[in-house]
């Protein structure tokens, strides 16, 4: 955490051998919920082409006042970018937010 503890870095895996063989480019949107705190952010655009093996963001409050260091309830969406019409896949996390 950054910025008065309202920007989180967060990233995780891009595992490509799990993503269908037909997605050549993805993107991350990933939501941070912690006692009425809400922070929401988005990836870059990652291509299979460039053999990346994470994704990265930055999540900034949207609502409330700060995070705090500990558990934090995390949902994230990795959306294809292409081609068009693959519908996008959700997972659920429980991060440690940590003072950066």
Known sequence: MREARRKVD??????WDE?????ARVA???????????????SREYRRDDHEREWWCEIEVES???FAPGPA???GTLYA???DGIA???WL???ELVDG
């Open 73 to 75: 309830p995390c949902a």
């Open 19 to 23: 993503i269908p063989v037909e997605v």
């Open 88 to 90: 996008p896949w959700p």
């Open 64 to 66: 409330g006042g700060a």
């Open 28 to 42: 991350v949107v990933a939501v941070i919920t912690q006692d009425g705190v809400r922070g929401r952010g988005a």
């Open 81 to 83: 970018t292409g081609p």
């Open 93 to 95: 996390g429980d991060p």
């Open 10 to 15: 967060a990233s995780g895996p891009l595992n």
